[in-house]
């Protein structure tokens, strides 16, 4: 139904519905206050040390690359338990090639060095079938949910997905699919639907739902709320702030929304051409940046 319409400036500036109102004015809320009242705040759920990331742009004749492509640069950072760590940078800066290299998910082509701890286990140091095993530690949600869930399975096919692998027996696997469902805020009969029959916000947590159906302890979000229109984004960055205070999972959440970040995370990395320019609590960042670039950056958010 068309609720309102008119002249653009007069509708932005004088909206009638409440409906507008909500568009206009995104309000995603505060991010938790865990800093006084974690009791897991030394426990590092991720520490990234000297982090460097090259892919190859130049080849020779015989096969052998002549020519590396710097994508991440020295890179460090760390995680506690329950909090969330925003990673900010404008495209190209870098922020999904690390998604990609704390989930182990990067091409056999591309050069990785320095240290991944997760839970204090070096995840380059293991085997293939051993980082089968523990993967299940490390979920993520990607940008667009419709392209990362199997358009020909259903709801409870999808969610199901990793248990399955792990080989959990079908009753187990059933009850478990309709918790991490019920977790989303997502009906039971919704099980039995396709993708297609679901809008995009509730596709964003049906893929939410099969990541902690394995019950993860670090969550890496791409991008997660970038395709959704803007009250979804709302009410999915209120859902990951209960899902985190209620679970104690910890995220690593990569974003160009600044609002996005400021509301879920405690603590901030900026990124620019693969180099970390400053790092910190999100709110130190965000009243008081150092760098001239994330002041850059937060002052394109604002205007």
């Not at 519905?17 to 009242?37: C, M, P, S, V």
């Amino acid at each position: 139904q068309t609720i309102e319409q008119g002249e653009t400036a007069s509708v932005f500036e004088h909206p009638k519905a409440e409906y507008t109102r909500t568009l206009i004015k995104q309000d995603f809320g505060q991010a938790l206050n865990l800093i006084d009242n974690n009791e897991d705040k030394k426990t590092s759920v991720l520490k990234v040390n000297h982090l460097k990331v090259q892919f190859p742009i130049e080849k020779s004749l015989f096969g052998d690359t002549k020519r590396w492509f710097d994508a991440i640069k020295d890179v460090e950072m760390t995680l506690q338990k329950g909090q969330a760590l925003g990673v900010v940078g404008e495209s190209g800066s870098g922020k999904t090639t690390i998604a990609l290299t704390l989930s182990q998910l990067l091409s056999t082509q591309a050069r990785v060095s320095g240290q991944i701890l997760v839970n204090d286990q070096d995840i380059s140091a293991l085997s293939k079938k051993a980082l089968r095993q523990f993967r299940s530690q490390i979920q993520m949600v990607f940008q667009d949910p419709f392209a990362s869930i199997n358009p020909r399975m259903t709801v409870l096919q999808i969610v199901e997905e990793g248990l399955l692998v792990q080989g959990v027996d079908k009753v187990t696997r059933q009850q478990a699919v309709m918790d991490s469902l019920a977790t989303v805020h997502l009906p039971a009969e919704f099980a039995q639907r396709y993708p297609h029959e679901l809008s995009g916000g509730q596709r964003q947590r049906v893929a939410l739902a099969r990541a902690l159906i394995m019950k993860p302890s670090l969550l890496i979000l791409d991008e997660p709320t970038s395709a959704l229109d803007s009250t979804t984004q709302v009410t999915v960055v209120s859902l990951l702030r209960e899902i985190q205070e209620k679970q104690r999972i910890s995220y690593v959440f990569i974003s160009h929304d600044l609002k996005v970040v400021r509301a879920l995370c405690q603590h901030v990395v900026v990124l620019k051409n693969g180099m970390c320019v400053e790092s910190g609590r999100t709110e130190d960042i965000f009243n008081k940046p150092q760098h001239p670039y994330a002041k850059q950056l937060l002052q394109a958010s604002i205007s």
